[in-house]
């Protein structure tokens, strides 16, 4: 096995930030927003780092999609403990529309370049909550994944995986090379050293094109609108029983 | 105000220097409008991009969750700092060879007005402590710097920077208390006021008389806690600023090593006022840190607030002050003012007063957003507005 981990992290507004929709409900603004490495990354980064350090795996690779603001997510994986980085430059028009599929299918084609033992990615992002990027890339590699991660390990030549899935905690044990993603309680990522983000700028951030590795990233989707969730409206008090149900049958509830 | 008019000054300088350092720099100006923030990594490289997040970060997650806390049992965070020491905040701007992460004045800067949004009384008290640590760093001699350094980046040691005594603020060079060379040892008497940190910490920075009046007959000696003779005063009870215990440091025939001396006698006041030319540079980026996260928090609750049937950041009175604040309080310049953009501290002529008080008037308009209501927010604003 290569030894070679590979690690999406994606540049998404910061959590903390409050949300606000453009007034021709186009997109959400994102001008002068703090962003930041979604938190889920962060959480793929830390155990990949942590694999490293003990000495399961060989080397780290950071890669992330997007305009030139996506090496400063790059450069924090680094700082983490990353040691290398792959940034796939995609502006405009095509940025705005990148979602899962097309970020699976350039994954896909770097872990087959990269000849990566493990690719892992964080469950979602906090910006679209899609949840298939990790899924598609297994699907795409036809390799087996393991979703909802809270606890790793590897088992010989295989690795162990424990899933936070809705019925409570599954087991279960998979083959390598796999695609891993990471949830919430799978570790607690580390804050970078300032030692080791100036030992980052030393390593190095590769630049690359979807079109380099032969991926089409035209979307199939088209956004038509975005709009806030509505307005909480005031409730009504009742006095009595007959009130309420009367109420609800008037609203068709009953 | 008299003060108001040169400061009224110093702000025009302020932006157009700004305006003509983007036009130089071809940096497209952002966009301001009265719900966007002022986005606190404008003008930074990437590198000081990930240092400011680093301390965004740990001041979000350790630091703000127990500001009010230290402030109300008047807790000396030791635990919290040393986390933030394991990052590299204990001696920022400290030599590596000697355990200091080697960054610039302008990280520097950059990397306390990001503590503070956290808290701010404990990141001056941090700035004071990297302070004492650069002086060690820079005038000690190999012995010295291998002695105290290491510990102090690390904060397993602590230091306070002991200048003003009850006789001599502004006047700092009539200091008077005294070092009389006996043998190997200088034996000191007199006290120092107001010191932050002081009974808490472990290293005393103190500026002395050994020689004659004004500021020549002034050394720089390192004292260390348990020397006999070095005893403190009470806690003074302060309005804020309590996660900091201040005392005073009283000398009683405290004899300390010549070994101790940083510098030559006579070298101790050139000393001490390029150390504090570094520390002012500091507490300004505390005040800024503080505005940002004022404002910050007035924002949101602009827009979260509502009163006559929407929002407040719809409101006409609330858009023009938000406006009026926006001119005052342009934190990039602020934050140039502050810096110098990296020129070396002794170049860059600013006072305390004139930065605390931009970021003061800025925060004092936002002030007015909030009402006497019950709400943690309100609170926790407050408690950062005492603070500055």
């Known amino acids: ?254 | 105000m008299a003060a108001g008019r040169p400061l009224g000054r110093i702000a025009k300088l302020g932006s157009s220097i700004c305006r003509n350092q983007r036009l130089f720099l071809n940096r497209s100006p952002q966009r301001r409008g009265v719900a966007s923030c002022v986005d606190p990594a404008h003008g930074l490289t990437e590198e000081q991009k990930e240092f400011q997040k680093v301390a965004f970060d740990f001041a979000a997650n350790e630091m703000a969750p127990h500001m009010a806390e230290w402030d109300q049992k008047e807790m000396f965070p030791v635990e919290t700092m040393r986390k933030a020491a394991q990052l590299g905040f204990g001696g920022i701007y400290v030599q590596p060879d000697v355990g200091g992460s080697g960054l610039s004045r302008l990280d520097t800067s950059v990397i306390f007005e990001a503590l503070s949004t956290g808290c701010v009384s404990t990141t001056a008290y941090i700035s004071i402590h990297n302070m004492c640590a650069w002086m060690i760093d820079t005038f000690g001699n190999t012995e010295q710097r291998e002695k105290f350094c290491p510990q102090l980046c690390s904060m397993e040691k602590f230091a306070s920077y002991c200048l003003t005594e009850p006789g001599s603020g502004s006047d700092a060079a009539s200091l008077l208390t005294t070092a009389q060379l006996r043998g190997d040892h200088y034996i000191l008497n007199g006290s120092k006021a107001f010191i932050s940190g002081g009974g808490d910490t472990d290293v005393y920075v103190v500026m002395c008389r050994t020689g004659g009046k004004g500021a020549k007959g002034i050394s720089c000696l390192v004292v260390e806690k348990g020397t006999p003779g070095l005893s403190f005063g009470k806690k003074e009870k302060k309005m804020g600023w309590n996660s900091q215990p201040t005392r005073a440091v009283i000398f009683e025939d405290c004899g300390v090593p010549v070994a101790n001396r940083l510098g030559e006698e006579g070298q101790g006041f050139n000393i001490a006022m390029k150390g504090l030319n570094g520390g002012r540079i500091n507490i300004a980026s505390c005040s800024l840190g503080a505005a940002h996260a004022s404002v910050q928090l007035a924002r949101d609750h602009l827009l979260v607030r509502k009163q006559f049937g929407e929002t407040l950041s719809n409101n006409q009175f609330f858009l023009k002050l938000a406006k009026r604040a926006h001119r005052w309080l342009r934190l990039p310049p602020g934050r140039e003012a502050a810096t110098g953009w990296g020129k070396p501290p002794e170049r860059v002529s600013l006072s305390r007063p004139n930065l605390r008080h931009r970021s003061l008037n800025g925060v004092k308009k936002k002030a007015i957003f909030f009402s006497p209501k019950k709400n943690l927010h309100l609170f926790h604003f407050f408690i950062l507005l005492s603070k500055i």
Not at chain 1, 94 to 107: A, V
Not at chain 1, 163 to 173: M, S
Not at chain 1, 175 to 187: F, G, H, K, Y
């Open chain 1, 1 to 254: 096995m290569s030894g070679r981990v590979l690690v999406g992290v994606k540049r998404v507004i910061d959590y903390a930030v409050k949300i606000r929709v453009k007034p021709d409900n186009s997109s959400v603004v994102t001008d002068g927003v703090k962003h930041s490495m979604n938190p889920f990354c962060e959480i793929a980064v830390e155990e990949a780092v942590k694999m490293k350090e003990k000495k399961l795996i060989k080397e780290v690779v950071a890669v992330s999609c997007g305009p030139q603001q996506a090496q400063e997510t790059i450069r924090t994986a680094l700082a983490m403990g990353a040691d290398r980085g792959i940034h796939v430059e995609v502006t405009g028009k095509e940025y705005e529309t990148l979602g899962p599929l097309q970020i699976s299918k350039i994954m896909a084609a770097l872990a087959k370049k990269e000849e990566a033992q493990l690719v892992i990615l964080g469950k979602q992002a906090i910006d679209d909550d899609c949840n298939q990027t990790g899924q598609m890339t297994a699907a795409l590699l036809d390799w087996p994944q393991g979703t909802f991660a809270s606890e790793v390990s590897f088992e010989g030549d295989k690795i162990k995986v424990v899933r936070e899935i809705d019925g409570g905690l599954e087991t279960i044990k998979i083959n390598m090379p796999a695609v891993i993603t990471a949830d919430l309680r799978l570790n607690t990522p580390r804050y970078a050293t300032l030692p080791n983000i100036m030992k980052a700028k030393k390593k190095k951030i590769a630049n690359m094109k979807p079109a380099d590795l032969g991926v089409d990233i035209t979307s199939r989707l088209e956004v038509l609108r975005v709009d806030e969730p509505p307005q909480r409206q005031a409730g009504v008090k009742v006095e009595t029983v007959e009130d309420l149900v009367s109420k609800l049958s008037e609203a068709g509830l009953v």
